[in-house]
């Protein structure tokens, strides 16, 4: 019999798990051990049938236990300091987190000792207690991953993200036989990344990056601080050489997707996605690229449909539910974007999801609700020019003077950090146009265009000379818009309106903008 179970586990490791539940079956009707009955599960885990593992799971823990107390008293193993109960309890946590029971699966984890758990069993935690907010817990926890493996990256980064700095951990790996020149380098980066000082994180990642060339992780992170920079074309350059270097590679691609939509670049972002579905890969990044293409192209229906598909495949990744606000408030639902925008804040609490938050709020004309948020955005972000601007836009829908007043202080403050930050010069505009100073929001304008020709700015110029009674102007930057950006809603819409009054057909007064003129950040 015992020959048998080895023969189940064999084909387990093998991955015939079809076969290994067969045979478990036979086992069962007649010898229902301990050892039977967690091959038996092992078998419907491999085939992801993760409730049917879990109970018998608990068959083979009650098993061990009956058969432990038929032993001597002196003889009995205490069942806390038994490997194989140990990785049992182990085994019945994967199920739980597999079938959404979190608690469960920390409970069971929390009952093992601290000095017989597992790296594996550590990150589950520490992961656990960071998806809950007890930052406190998770820090202590992914430090007890790091001192079993000082090169778990993924507790690494984790601790970044964390507010950790990268001096706290370098007694654990400063004393590792193997050469770690690369990898404070990389914390540094990182934890810059993390506090969005994206310049100093892409100055370390250059520098890396002509150590190990074509290293994915690299090119990948500073692709995403170049499009927080909003340096484009320098992002657009190193998502190509991650294509060529790994066509299949899918990881931050749908920020790529996010960059090619907003650049117009709707026949490469098609190419993506022809890569994409290529690539045989089914995770959230594929689906969220699908999605940005089909709401490129006007199909919400589809972008949804792709969206929901990206969530499926991981309910943590932000992207999708940042998406999904934005769709839905371009199909005027503001209460359900801020449903999906929080719930992206909570994954990762970024300038996408202040933003979306922030947008979906002011579109309900809840005021306070939106200045609380942006307020808590420059608290976490006190080095951010864009959370500073969040501040200045929400202040600046009030219509008292003060408060105008200060929204322009944080403008200019922003602009202190980063004066080139076309978030804050769009925030400038719309205050300028509440208080009626059109010649100043356009020579604002007029000269950022010099350095930054995006269809954005083209947009709110033509908003301007058509609020002025200049329509020929108008005309001429709305179509500039197009051009920079054939997928632009709001140079369609204008254009479509400015048309209208022009050919004197349109006899409705225009609806008060309210909404919220920032870029979407990934």
């Known amino acids: 019999m015992e020959g048998l179970v080895q023969s189940i586990q064999q084909l387990i490791h093998e991955e015939m798990y079809d076969s290994a539940e067969m045979l478990g079956n036979f086992l069962l009707s007649k010898n229902p051990s301990a050892d039977v009955l967690i091959a038996f599960a092992d078998a419907l885990f491999g085939k992801q049938e993760f409730k049917r593992s879990l109970s018998y799971y608990r068959k083979a823990q009650q098993a061990m236990a009956s058969t432990m107390m038929k032993r001597p008293a002196a003889n009995r193993t205490k069942e806390a300091e038994d490997p194989k109960s140990i990785n049992l309890r182990f085994k019945m946590a994967k199920c739980h ?18 000095s017989q758990r597992t790296i594996s069993m550590n990150l589950m935690i520490a992961k656990y207690y960071h998806h809950n907010n007890n ?28 507010g950790v700095h990268p001096t706290e951990l370098r007694a654990l790996y400063a004393s590792h036989p193997s050469s770690t020149d690369w990898l404070e380098p990389i914390l540094f980066a990182h934890h810059m990344k993390s506090s969005h000082n994206f310049q100093g994180a892409l100055n370390h990642l250059t520098n890396l990056g002509r150590q190990f060339p074509n290293n994915l992780y690299i090119l990948t992170t500073m692709a995403q601080c170049e499009m927080h920079l909003d340096q484009l074309e320098k992002a657009r350059i190193t998502f190509e050489k991650i294509r060529s270097t790994d066509p299949c590679y899918m990881t931050g691609m749908d920020s ?36 940005t293409y089909a709401d490129s192209k006007g199909d919400r229906e589809a972008s949804m449909k792709f969206i929901q598909e990206a969530i499926q495949a991981n309910d943590r990744h932000a992207p999708a539910f940042n998406l999904k606000g934005n ?82 202080e944080c403008f200019m403050q922003a602009l202190k950090i980063e004066p080139d930050c076309l978030d804050t010069i769009l925030g400038i505009t719309r205050l300028d146009i509440y208080e009626d100073k059109f010649q100043a929001a356009v020579d604002l304008l007029l000269e950022t265009i010099k350095k930054h020709n995006r269809d954005f ?24 818009a ?20 022009m050919s004197g057909k349109d006899d409705s007064q225009d609806e008060e903008d309210s909404g919220l003129e920032v870029e979407d950040d990934e």
Not at 140 to 160: H, I
Not at 459 to 477: D, N
């Open 97 to 114: 987190f597999q079938l959404k029971d979190q608690h469960s699966a920390v409970s069971l984890l929390n009952s093992i000792d601290k």
């Open 135 to 162: 930052e406190k817990s998770a820090k202590t926890c992914y430090v007890d991953v790091l001192r079993q493996n000082p090169f778990a990256m993924e507790a690494v980064l984790a601790l970044m993200d964390l």
């Open 256 to 291: 790529y997707a996010h960059l090619l939509k907003s650049t117009g670049s709707l026949t490469d972002l098609n190419l993506l996605c022809d890569g994409a579905m290529k690539s045989g890969s089914r995770g959230a990044e594929v689906w969220t690229t699908m999605a």
């Open 327 to 408: 769709v839905l408030l371009s199909l005027n639902k503001p209460e359900e974007a801020a449903a999906s925008f929080r719930l992206a804040h909570v994954i990762k609490p970024d300038l996408a999801s202040f933003s979306g938050l922030i947008r979906a709020y002011l579109q309900l004309s809840n005021l306070k609700l939106a200045l609380s948020v942006a307020k808590d955005a420059r608290k976490k972000m006190p080095n951010s020019p864009q959370a500073l601007t969040l501040v200045g836009i929400v202040l600046s829908q009030w219509t008292q003077a003060d408060y105008r007043s200060k929204a322009r």
């Open 457 to 480: 700015l083209h947009v709110r110029l033509a908003e301007i000379y058509t609020l002025s009674g200049k329509s020929q102007e108008a005309f001429e930057h709305y179509n500039i």
């Open 482 to 501: 197009l051009r920079l950006n054939p997928a632009s809603e709001g140079a369609r819409a204008g254009l479509e309106r400015l048309e209208k009054e």
